[in-house]
């Protein structure tokens, strides 16, 4: 019983909140002056080489822009919050992660370079990223937690 909550709370510190998500994002000065954050998720927490490493959903719009102007990025920390990658896109979107796998909605290109795909797949630490296109009957069903039943 002991070492099944010593796991839960090792699970629960590895998880970053949505305000030290924040706070990182800030320090690293990867969130805009000039911009409006209108959308900040965690998607999911990548494990690469038994390390957590943070996925964020970022959205921002341009402030003065006459038309609604907006940037969006998936950006990918390190075990200490550090920005590692950042993916802009533009109406792709991170749906979730499994092991050391990303999957989007829609493909994405690396530092525009080919090949483009909706799978990421991150090693060396999160250094590398390859890409891959899976179609969308072929994506796994994403991870979910057991839920508990009802009581009868």
Same mark, same amino acid.
């Given at each position: 019983?002991?070492?099944?909550?010593?796991?839960?709370?090792?699970?629960? %510190? $590895?998880?970053?909140?949505?305000?030290? /998500?924040?706070?990182?994002?800030? !320090?690293?000065? #990867?969130?805009?002056?000039?911009? +409006?954050? %209108? $959308?900040?998720?965690?998607?999911?927490? /990548?494990?690469?080489?038994?390390? !957590?490493?943070? #996925?964020?959903?970022?959205?921002? +719009?341009?402030?003065?822009?006459?038309?609604?102007?907006?940037?969006?990025?998936?950006?990918? !920390?390190?075990?200490?919050?550090?920005?590692?990658?950042?993916?802009?896109?533009?109406?792709?979107?991170?749906?979730?992660?499994?092991?050391?796998? !990303?999957?989007?909605?829609?493909?994405?290109?690396?530092?525009?370079?080919?090949?483009?795909?909706?799978?990421?797949?991150?090693?060396?630490?999160?250094?590398?990223?390859?890409?891959?296109?899976?179609?969308?009957?072929?994506?796994?069903?994403?991870?979910?937690?057991?839920?508990?039943?009802?009581?009868?």
């Amino acid at each position: 019983m002991c070492l099944l909550l010593i796991c839960s709370a090792q699970a629960i %510190v $590895h998880t970053p909140s949505r305000a030290a /998500l924040f706070r990182a994002l800030l !320090l690293a000065r #990867v969130l805009h002056p000039d911009r +409006l954050l %209108v $959308h900040l998720s965690h998607t999911c927490s /990548l494990r690469i080489d038994r390390h !957590l490493y943070p #996925v964020v959903d970022i959205q921002e +719009l341009v402030r003065g822009a006459t038309t609604p102007r907006g940037v969006n990025r998936i950006i990918i !920390l390190n075990p200490s919050l550090k920005p590692m990658h950042t993916i802009e896109y533009t109406t792709e979107r991170p749906l979730f992660g499994h092991a050391h796998q !990303l999957y989007l909605w829609g493909d994405v290109m690396i530092n525009d370079r080919m090949p483009e795909g909706n799978v990421l797949t991150l090693t060396q630490h999160g250094r590398a990223i390859t890409v891959r296109h899976v179609e969308a009957n072929d994506v796994p069903v994403p991870p979910t937690r057991q839920r508990k039943q009802p009581p009868q």
